[in-house]
């Protein structure tokens, strides 16, 4: 089991940056996890934004943050990030992490989600 916690979220000006972290409480079962990123906005379904593989060999974007965003991973420190550089008010959502023991390319449903934060982009 893998419990995570997001945090790094909060209300930002358009053009502006944010660092979400993903903290993980198992730090070995972490450390074989594919982690990824999505968001959901009010009204709106829960969308992908980034993953990266176990060893941040791999990474993926959503086409609508690629060249914005940018995801790393810590596994000394358990910690997953996620940088969003240029932010827009459409990037206005809840975001969460998820990790999955399995290879990125194949992760369809996520094993492990967190409880989400909140991002919010004033224009």
């Known amino acids: 089991q893998v419990q995570l916690v997001e945090s790094g979220g909060g209300l930002v000006q358009a053009g502006g940056s944010l660092r979400l972290s993903c903290a993980a409480s198992?730090?070995?079962?972490?450390?074989?996890?594919?982690v990824g990123w999505f968001r959901q906005a009010p009204g709106k379904e829960r969308e992908f934004v980034a993953a990266?593989?176990?060893?941040?060999?791999?990474?993926y974007f959503a086409d609508s943050v690629r060249g914005r965003f940018t995801v790393s991973r810590d596994n000394a420190k358990n910690t997953a990030y996620l940088q969003m550089d240029n932010l827009k008010p459409e990037d206005t959502a809840l975001y969460y992490c998820?990790?999955?023991?399995?290879?990125?390319?194949?992760?369809?449903?996520?094993?492990?989600w967190g409880q989400g934060t909140q991002v919010t982009v004033s224009s």
């Open positions: 990266i593989s176990w060893n941040g060999g791999s990474k």
């Open positions: 198992s730090g070995r079962t972490f450390t074989n996890c594919a």
């Open positions: 998820a990790a999955d023991l399995r290879n990125i390319a194949s992760i369809t449903e996520w094993a492990y």
